[in-house]
C-alpha cells in the first residue's frame, strides 16, 4: 500500500437508471438540478485478512446533462462539514504491506483518473423515481473493492451532479469500513463457587505481518442462557488483557450456554462467541 495514499472511486461516466411505472408529480425543469440520495451497499462493510468487499453506490439525481453527468469519488476521512478545517480526503496512517502479500490496488484508475463501471437500468427505481419526476437513478459499482489494505474507520462519498449550463451540486454520505474480530478458545469452567469463563479476543493485524493478532483493552459483555430457558442474562463485563485474553466469573452452578460479545469499534467489527458448560 502506498504511502499516505487516498484512495478514491472516481467514475466518469455511468449509466442513468431511470425507473419504470408511474409517478405522481410533474415533470421537472432540466435547470432543476438536485441531488436526492447517495447510498451505498453493504452500508457497513467489514473485511477479514484475505479478500475484499465491493461497494454498490446509487444516486438518486434530477437535472444532469451532458458527459460525465453524474460522477461519485469515494475517500477515507469525514465529509468537508466534518473536516475542521482539513482535507476531507486525509487519509489515516496506512498500513504497510507484509512481505509477500499482494500490493493493494487503488480505488482509481492512477492513467485515466476513472474505473470501469457497469450500469444497468432498474425496474424498481424506488418511490418517486421515474421519467414523469425527472428523478433518474444512478449505478456506480466500481471493480476493485476494499480490502484490509485500506484506511479502516469513516469513509465518505461524494456524488456530484452536473447540469446542461455546467452548474454543479454535491451531496455526501458516509460508512465505516472496519477490519474483522473474533473470538478464540472461549471455555466455561464450572466449580463449586460458581462458573469461570475465558477466552481471547482477535483483530486483524493492524500492522499486516500476520492474519490476526491480539486485541487489548477491549470490553467484552458476559451473558448466560440457563438449560430449557429462553432469554439470556446479563452476567457483566470483562476487559481483555495484553494478550487479549479475558476472564470472568459468575455465581452461576447450572449449566447452560454461554456468551461473550465484543461491540466493534470506529475500525474494528463486532463479533460474538458462545459455549456451553
Known sequence: ????????????????????????????????????????????????????????????????????????????????????????????????????????????????????????????????????????????????GLSRWYPSGQWTVVATAKGANGATVNSYTTFYLRRSTR???INVNRGGDGTRVTGTLMRVDPKGQVDYRPFAGQEVTIRFRESGAADWRNMGTAVTNKDGWFESRAPVKTGGTWQVEFGGTAHYGSDTGVASG
Open 183 to 185: 473470538f478464540e478458545g
Open 1 to 144: 500500500m502506498s504511502r499516505r495514499l487516498i484512495a478514491r472511486a472516481a467514475v466518469a461516466a455511468a449509466v442513468p437508471l431511470a425507473a419504470l411505472g408511474a409517478a405522481q408529480t410533474p415533470a421537472l425543469a432540466d435547470d432543476e438540478l438536485a441531488i436526492r440520495s447517495v447510498t451505498v451497499q453493504p452500508g457497513d462493510p467489514v473485511v477479514g485478512p484475505s479478500g475484499s468487499v465491493k461497494l454498490v453506490v446509487d444516486v438518486v439525481a434530477r437535472g444532469a446533462r451532458g458527459d460525465r453527468a453524474v460522477t461519485v469519488k469515494v475517500e477515507p476521512g469525514p465529509p468537508p462539514a466534518a473536516s475542521n478545517g482539513q482535507s476531507p480526503g486525509a487519509a489515516p496512517a496506512v498500513v504497510p504491506p507484509r512481505p509477500g502479500a499482494a500490493p493493494m490496488r487503488p480505488l482509481i484508475d492512477g492513467s485515466t483518473g476513472s474505473v470501469s463501471v457497469s450500469g444497468t437500468r432498474s425496474t424498481q427505481g424506488g418511490q418517486g423515481v421515474g421519467r414523469s419526476t425527472g428523478w433518474e437513478k444512478w449505478r456506480f459499482q466500481p471493480e476493485v
